[in-house]
């Protein structure tokens, strides 16, 4: 059933100019004065549930403004999509499918919904597994466009979208079971391209790392061409968390950094698979490569390492290592709470106007707000997040360009709020809007371990 439910408006605080100010009970001394609030929705008083688990971010209405889909899982099942709301970023709902679930988990891990531009005319689709099925809507409407089998009925872990065809449309779509299996599918009839078993890790990432135009899977500790070939497999221990893809060194060829689960190691292997460096650690989570230090010509590798201790004592650590494996810095956390141990890290360009990545850390436990840290451990911005009745492991984040200037937004979700934050500083220079229409992966292969590129 879809509801369409035009003009709902929520509490939003749109801060056009200046420098926005607040305290939490992490730095109740310290304001925070170089981002503002550009809106914050309440999703119970939008949708009047505050049960929900994921949000994702496109141009539904083709206005070339992001959207928002925000959806919740079926009682009792965490990987099986029930419902979903579409809205804008000030909260009036575009349309709704299905009734809020109130037996709310909070989800550390994946669901499977995305929204892609599937078929290539220049408008969104979601698309979603539910049950046995996969399901794809017009992203405008909300209404249902086709849905088909899944090809196992546990193959409902992810979803991503690659190009094996080489034409530069993401048309292929690519579901997993949680670590054994992976298949490609087409798009029309969710007909199986191929399949690959092996350990799959969390999330298959598509690139085109050989260089032939089209897009390759990293998957797990392998790497399988466009037709399904396993061009290799890599000797590495345990399951791959997060994998980042870049020229690190400047050679005019591409590295595959990996953060294995189990092996409790941050790897760095070349384009056939060799292994270039390694580095210990405690267990190796997220992993994300980036121009963190531009005084040096290389890239650096920043890995997420969550320590060994699952109580409300332990805590974990973000470590800096340079293209060949040296650490830079090694964060020594002192502040104190529970959950200090399930911290997740993302690469974020396009912050402010300085040539440079940053590290976007969130979900850090207690009540430390996600923030914002250069290659050298210094804090750029923190974004206050205070509601904190949910458990800290309901946080997840996303940034992308929101407002159409050339820097990124950062947007942080739980089950009820919706905080969007911007640079409070005025942009300098001149720029033209992005095109919303374009395929952006980072979006429409947005994943839980968003260390991937």
């Known amino acids: 059933m879809i509801i369409p439910r035009i003009g709902i408006w929520s509490a939003v605080l749109a801060l056009s100019a200046g420098a926005a100010q607040w305290t939490t009970g992490q730095d ?20 009047g549930s505050e049960w929900w688990n994921e949000v994702r971010l496109a141009d539904l209405t083709g206005d070339n403004r992001l959207d928002l889909v925000v959806a919740s899982q079926r009682p009792g099942n965490r990987q099986h999509v029930g ?28 669901m499977p919904i995305q929204i892609h531009d599937l078929s290539g005319d220049g408008k969104p689709e979601v698309v979603y597994i539910d049950g046995d099925e996969i399901h794809i809507r017009d992203g405008a409407s909300g209404e249902l466009i086709r849905s088909g089998p899944l090809p196992h009925g546990e193959a409902r ?21 949680r670590y054994t299996q992976v298949w490609a599918l ?8 191929w399949t690959y078993q092996g350990t ?36 590495l221990p345990g399951h791959s ?18 953060a294995t689960c189990g092996g409790a190691t941050f790897h760095v292997l070349d384009i056939r698979g060799n292994i270039l460096w390694t580095q210990p650690t405690r267990h190796a989570q997220h992993i994300v490569v980036g121009n ?12 997420l390492d969550r320590g060994t201790d699952r109580s409300l004592q332990g805590q974990d650590r973000i470590i800096v290592y340079s293209h060949d494996g040296e650490e830079l810095w090694r964060e020594e956390r002192t502040d104190e709470g ?74 942080i979700w739980n089950a009820r709020w919706i905080y969007i934050y911007g640079n409070a500083e005025v942009y300098e220079g001149e720029y033209e809007e992005p095109d919303r229409s374009l395929p952006n992966r980072r979006l429409h292969n947005y994943t839980h371990y968003i260390g991937m590129p």
């Open 157 to 177: 872990d992810s979803i991503s979208f690659a190009d094996f065809s080489g034409d530069g449309h993401a048309e292929s779509i690519i579901v997993k079971t």
């Open 200 to 235: 799959v890790g969390h999330f298959p990432w598509p690139h085109d790392v050989t260089g032939d135009g089209r897009d390759e899977l990293v998957i797990g500790h392998a790497l399988i061409a466009h037709d399904g070939e396993v061009l290799w497999v890599a000797d």
């Open 83 to 110: 419902t979903l709301v579409g809205m804008d970023i000030e909260g009036n709902i575009l349309w709704q499918v299905g009734e809020p679930n109130e037996e709310h988990e909070a989800i550390y891990h994946d």
């Open 241 to 258: 968390d997060g994998v980042g893809i870049a020229d690190l060194n400047g050679n005019g060829e591409l590295e595959i950094a990996v």
């Open 338 to 411: 529970p959950e200090r141990w399930l911290s997740i890290i993302s690469r974020m360009s396009n912050w402010d106007q300085s040539d440079r990545d940053l590290i976007f850390a969130y979900r850090r436990g207690a009540d430390r707000m996600p923030e914002l840290r250069d290659g050298y451990g210094e804090t750029i911005a923190r974004f206050p997040f205070p509601d904190l009745s949910l458990p800290n492991r309901a946080q997840r984040a996303q940034h992308a360009d929101i407002l159409g200037d050339p820097r990124s937004e950062v947007l």
């Open 186 to 193: 087409d798009p029309d009839d969710f007909s199986v391209l």
């Open 28 to 47: 109740t001394d310290t304001a925070i004065d170089n981002v503002k609030l550009i809106s914050k929705l309440d999703l119970k008083e939008i949708t």
């Open 292 to 303: 963190f230090r531009p005084d040096v010509p290389t890239l650096e590798v920043a890995g």
